[in-house]
């Protein structure tokens, strides 16, 4: 979003008196509509003279109408990202009820529990990508023989530059505490705090206090054992996880519903949170962390049971595995096994196999990359290439997986076939590693047999890219929307000439065609256009409709129709840039370049849709006299709304003139607005 609309954002809410005095926020057509707790907390005159504010309209005692014009949404969207307004302290505009949509269906809790994975890890994945470059570059130097990567001592330059990336997967459970709440509907900032407290110096120095007990499990693991609270915790180290604030995130937000329910809301700010901390960093440390360790840990077990009795199993196990391990973390306990069977065996019998699932995700990022490249597809190109560069050069699997797999319900579809593929070669081979690394291509040598090894990734990786090349990794409605949206880009930029239906101002005859240059707007200088009314009635002056913002001006110059029909037509060929799901209006960008607004009756937006039929929607392009809206005046009357209509044009600043014709009555065909070049 763009920096501009984030700042008035911020403006907006900090002069409606902050996140913690608005009840209730929605949005129509054009204002951005607020419940207030304390309406005399509103700063108007500032809110006023903002530019990009049109008008400030207060409603009774608590409600103010914030009036923004056609770019609405984002506003809405940029005070929602706001501290305290995001997912996790939403408004209760929607009386509680949450659409979770996505790219995956909402009726399957299965598909649900994909895109919740893919809603939290999507906005990590920025540092993800860069911190996994880094590692790359580092494993590159490690294989150039200028420093070893996992060296217990690196010079301070290679030090720092470690840091570098361990920041980020180290305070991932910071950063996955945040954004998992905010999915849910908890406060994201309470979200981080629970993880992050088992992350400071503090905790981590409990291993050191005199009354703590240290033992060691059967596989050479050293467990740290303290009493806190007269109850034994144990200080399991953190950094990393995933799987333990995920558990914390979904506490938090039924520990959140119940609170607010029981504590009064004029206190919330302060009890909601103090209370939160308060239970759910104890449970995090002695119940919810451990237990998320415990998983990752028995996955680890189990695995070692299953190489005993058969290395092939194995080999097949562990890549079908690790698809369902690394989004929830559960695979960096693995990690411990490895470097514990090299220091005891001699070699690990799980990077091999583990080989086939990393190369089967890079394949099937590879082949969204070579997608993107076709369909001119700029979002995905970005980030398929980090994630493949990730992958092939740095073994890291965390930017395809979150940037690609887990955001498109066919990808794994794409993906497990590969690691089946490759997994019965590796243990066909029964490959091995001598050392543990990131398994990318420059660490082939360090598997034994190196070309069994090879065989197995290649096997993997072309399997999985192969099957995204032939049958895609999408589903016909995800394509569909990508496609459309890159034609509409690409036209967007394109710009194509239009013909327009202006007419000579000194002529007072018939419309004429004339091709014009690409523009803002399509008539040249020294031409008019008519607009037709888009429905009968009675038209009269601006200045008599009951509304300051319309008789104002703010949003616009026309005229307002007092309607004696039902229907709302399209006054000329036309692009639909807006039309609300209420039904209550709908924004029209004409051949001519002139945008018009018409908005049926005042406040119907309250009535939810009840009376109104929509027949387009956004992104249609329409013929003069096509049906736009149908509506029951009868309705909108008993609701107590006005039932006159305001027609505008909303970009008026950008013509010479625009000039409304009131007139006792109006049809289809009846002029009623000029618009001057």
């Not at 998983?295 to 680890?300: A, F, P, T, Y």
């Amino acid at each position: 979003m763009a920096s501009k609309t984030m700042t008035t954002s911020q403006f907006i809410l900090d002069k409606v008196g902050g996140a913690a005095n608005i009840t209730s926020l929605t949005h129509c057509a054009t204002r951005l509509r607020f419940q207030l707790a304390d309406q005399d907390l509103v700063d108007q005159k500032a809110l006023d003279g903002h530019p990009d504010v049109l008008g400030v309209v207060p409603q009774g005692n608590t409600g103010l109408q914030v009036v923004m014009g056609g770019g609405v949404a984002e506003f809405y969207q940029g005070i929602m990202q706001q501290p305290g307004m995001g997912e996790g302290d939403r408004p209760a505009a929607d009386n509680g009820k949450k659409d979770y949509g996505g790219v995956r269906g909402k009726y399957s809790w299965i598909d649900y529990c994909f895109e919740f994975l893919s809603d939290t890890f999507r906005p990590v994945l920025w540092a993800l990508l860069g911190a996994s470059l880094i590692i790359t570059i580092l494993v590159l130097l490690d294989t150039a023989g200028v420093q070893e990567f996992r060296a217990e001592q690196q010079p301070p330059t290679f030090q720092f530059m470690h840091a570098m990336w361990r920041s980020v997967f180290y305070f991932l459970p910071v950063m996955v505490g945040a954004t998992a709440a905010r999915k849910l509907g908890a406060n994201e900032w309470v979200g981080a705090a629970i993880p992050a407290a088992l992350l400071t110096p503090e905790f981590l120095a409990m291993k050191e206090l005199p009354d703590t007990v240290k033992t060691t499990n059967e596989i050479g693991t050293e467990i740290f054992t303290v009493d806190v609270f007269g109850i034994p915790m144990v200080l399991s180290d953190y950094g990393g996880q995933v799987f333990p604030p995920i558990l914390a995130a979904i506490a938090l937000y039924w520990l959140e519903k119940l609170l607010k329910k029981v504590i009064p809301t004029s206190v919330h700010m302060v009890f909601v949170p103090f209370f939160s901390l308060l239970i759910l960093i104890p449970a995090t440390a002695f119940l919810l962390g451990p237990f998320g360790i415990g998983v990752g840990n028995g996955i680890s077990d189990f695995l070692s049971a299953v190489n005993g009795v058969s290395p092939l199993i194995l080999a097949i196990v562990v890549p079908l595995l690790y698809p369902f391990l690394v989004p929830l973390g559960l695979h960096w306990p693995l990690n411990a096994i490895m470097i514990q069977n090299i220091a005891t065996l001699g070699y690990d019998f799980i990077q091999g196999p583990m080989g086939a699932w990393n190369f089967a995700c890079f394949g099937v990022v590879t082949g969204v990359f070579f997608l993107a490249i076709k369909e001119r597809n700029r979002q995905m190109r970005q980030v398929s290439f980090g994630g493949m560069m990730a992958g092939l050069l740095g073994g890291i699997s965390e930017p395809s997986l979150y940037g690609v797999l887990l955001r498109f319900r066919k990808s794994y579809m794409r993906l497990l076939p590969g690691c089946f593929a490759g997994g019965v070669v590796m243990g066909l081979f029964d490959v091995k590693a001598h050392a543990f690394v990131f398994t990318s291509l420059f660490t082939i040598p360090a598997m034994d047999p190196v070309g069994g090894y090879a065989i197995g990734i290649a096997v993997a990786f072309f399997t999985s890219f192969f099957l995204v090349i032939f049958f895609d990794y999408r589903t016909k409605e995800e394509k569909a929307k990508v496609m459309a949206e890159i034609r509409e880009a690409e036209q967007a930029e394109a710009e194509p000439a239009v013909i327009s239906n202006a007419v000579p101002a000194t002529d007072g005859g018939a419309a004429t065609a004339v091709k014009t240059a690409p523009a803002k707007t399509s008539i040249e200088a020294g031409t008019f256009v008519n607009l037709a009314s888009p429905l009968e009635g009675r038209a009269v002056a601006l200045t008599e409709v009951p509304d300051p913002v319309f008789a104002g001006e703010r949003l616009g110059k026309g005229v307002a129709i007092e309607p004696t029909g039902n229907t709302v037509v399209a006054p000329a060929d036309a692009k639909v840039m807006l039309v609300q799901k209420s039904g209550h209006a709908v924004a029209l960008r004409l051949e001519s370049g002139v945008e018009l607004l018409i908005h049926v009756g005042l406040d119907t937006v309250q009535l939810g849709g009840r009376g109104f039929e929509v027949h387009v929607e956004r992104k249609q392009e329409v013929k003069a006299g096509d049906k736009l809206i149908t509506f029951d005046p009868e309705v909108i009357k008993e609701a107590g709304y006005p039932l006159i209509t305001p027609v505008v044009v909303t970009n008026h600043a950008k013509f010479e003139s625009v000039e409304g014709f009131p007139a006792d009555h109006v049809d289809l065909s009846t002029d009623i607005i000029k618009v001057i070049a």
